[in-house]
């Protein structure tokens, strides 16, 4: 079901403490820079509900510095059509400041053709709204990073990790490539560590529970090292320097995660 204009701003609005809590309030006197994403279910904030399904947005506050707070917007089952059309985009144009950061994965939904609300074609309408995104962080001189959607657990009957999303990653690299804008290959890094997993052991890092075998969504452990990914590939790209990096050799406790009730 479709949300008005007002729906979406109110809850985007009703979302910011909870995004901020890891990280702490803005310090009197001065605003901090805060990277914001917008994705989809494999980066959102999960709720008691989900349990024990988490996206990696909600993990990465964990390897930035205090001082770099995250305001996660991605939300389950958003192509970057559908992001846009619901006004999820325009509620982070509307807070976003200089010098902030705007990460944006999308796919997973893009791929759909069986739903217009939300498939986008990889060379044309994909990269369409994907410079969206791009144009209006920009035109707030804030800065926009393409993030390559991460992979899902697909393997073929000899074992070794298969690439699930099409062309939609060559689709980004190709307009982070023309568009001149930093791009983190997390798709790439996901499927070789997927591979190094294996079969088995990937069954670690996705929401493979009792009653649900799912292998797009990440429980805890998986979406602690996707983040640790985006953050070394934020380093990488000189996005961030290595002062508003932290953790990124040391181990999690998963119970740092939580669900909190919707």
Do not use: C
């Not at 109110?10 to 990280?23: D, E, K, Q």
């Not at 890094?189 to 990937?202: D, I, K």
């Not at 075998?213 to 979406?223: E, K, R, Y």
């Amino acid at each position: 079901m479709s949300l008005s204009r007002r729906q979406v701003t109110a809850a985007a609005v009703a979302s910011v403490p909870l995004a901020f809590s890891a990280t702490g309030t803005a310090q009197a006197g001065g605003r901090r820079r805060t990277l914001y994403i917008a994705g989809d279910s494999t980066a959102a904030q999960k709720y008691a509900d989900a349990a024990p399904e988490t996206g990696w947005g909600m993990a990465l506050p964990f390897f930035l510095r205090k001082e770099l707070p995250v305001a996660n917007h991605a939300v389950n089952g958003r192509s970057s059509r559908s992001f846009v059309d619901e006004g999820r985009l325009e509620v982070i144009l509307g807070e976003i400041r200089h010098g902030d950061l705007l990460l944006i994965q999308f796919a997973h939904n893009d791929e759909k053709s069986e739903d217009p609300v939300r498939y986008t074609e990889p060379w044309t309408t994909y990269q369409e709204y994907l410079r969206r995104y791009v144009d209006g962080a920009r035109e707030r001189g804030a800065r926009p990073v393409l993030v390559t959607p991460v992979e899902r657990r697909r393997f073929d009957a000899a074992g070794t990790a298969q690439p699930s999303h099409g062309e939609y990653p060559a689709a980004m690299r190709a307009l982070a490539a023309e568009e001149g804008v930093a791009l983190l290959d997390v798709q790439a890094l996901s499927l070789a560590r997927w591979q190094r997993l294996g079969v088995e052991g990937t069954k670690t890092y996705f929401n493979w529970t009792a009653t649900e075998q799912d292998n797009t969504h990440f429980n805890p452990p998986g979406a602690i090292e996707v983040a640790r990914l985006v953050v070394r590939e934020l380093l990488r790209t000189r996005v961030l320097g290595h002062r508003d990096a932290r953790r990124l050799d040391a181990e999690i406790p998963v119970s740092w995660i939580s669900w909190p009730t919707a």
